[in-house]
T-cell receptor, first 113, second 114 residues
């Protein structure tokens, strides 16, 4: 089945530790995205990538980093510089990144203790 | 800045009643518009999208939305609510030139009473 997978579903980390969230898609989509979701805030764009080896900052990129070495993978690292990392993180992909429908993964809930 | 506004963070209806979830966009240029649904602790699922082909858009699960340029609105409706419709609904929009930036409203949580 084609789709987007995110792992793990739940993640706990101690304050000050970096953590990497996985996102993989087998839809052959060019574009991939990372969003952060907080209660009552909707979704906010962290980073997006329209093609392999290229990515752009979204609205709230500070404290996060990404890489796009393979078309199917777009991992997100939450660094210790992110002041309030506890949130629900959603990965998405779209065919070309130009006004396409975005398809979402199941999300990872990160809790920093 | 462009924005998407969802009126009402929480809407409650009885089973069988009309569902109306409101969304307004802020642009003189009609954008591409989407409605997504999210069940607890899950990702977002596309309900429907507007891309200027037709003003009344039909989606999955009996939902539809009407694009009204004069009101800058894209409200989501369903004639008869079902218990399984209880979820959070998000309106989202691309604006011209924002190739990667899908702008989301803050969401409306729908409760369905038996």
């Amino acid at each position: 089945d084609g789709g987007i997978t995110q792992s793990p579903k739940y993640l706990f980390r101690k304050e000050g530790q970096n953590v990497t969230l996985s996102c993989e898609q087998n839809l052959n989509h060019d574009a991939m995205y990372w969003y952060r979701q907080d209660p009552g805030q909707g979704l906010r764009l962290i980073y997006y990538s329209q093609i392999v080896n290229d990515f752009q900052k979204g609205d709230i990129a500070e404290g996060y980093s990404v890489s796009r070495e393979k078309k199917e993978s777009f991992p997100l690292t939450v660094t210790s510089a992110q002041k309030n990392p506890t949130a629900f993180y959603l990965c998405a992909s779209s065919p070309s990144g130009k006004l396409d429908t975005q398809y979402f993964g199941p999300g990872t809930r990160l809790t920093v203790l | 800045a462009q924005s998407v506004t969802q009126l009402g963070s929480h809407v409650s209806v009885s089973e069988g009643a009309l569902v109306l979830l409101r969304c307004n966009y802020s642009s003189s240029v009609p954008p591409y518009l989407f409605w997504y649904v999210q069940y607890p602790n899950q990702g977002l699922q596309l309900l429907l999208k507007y891309t200027s082909a037709a003003t009344l858009v039909k989606g999955i699960n009996g939902f539809e939305a009407e694009f009204k340029k004069s009101e800058t609105s894209f409200h989501l409706t369903k004639p008869s609510a079902h218990m399984s419709d209880a979820a959070e609904y998000f309106c989202a929009s691309y604006y011209g030139g924002s190739q990667g930036n899908l702008i989301f409203g803050k969401g409306t949580k729908l409760s369905v009473k038996p």
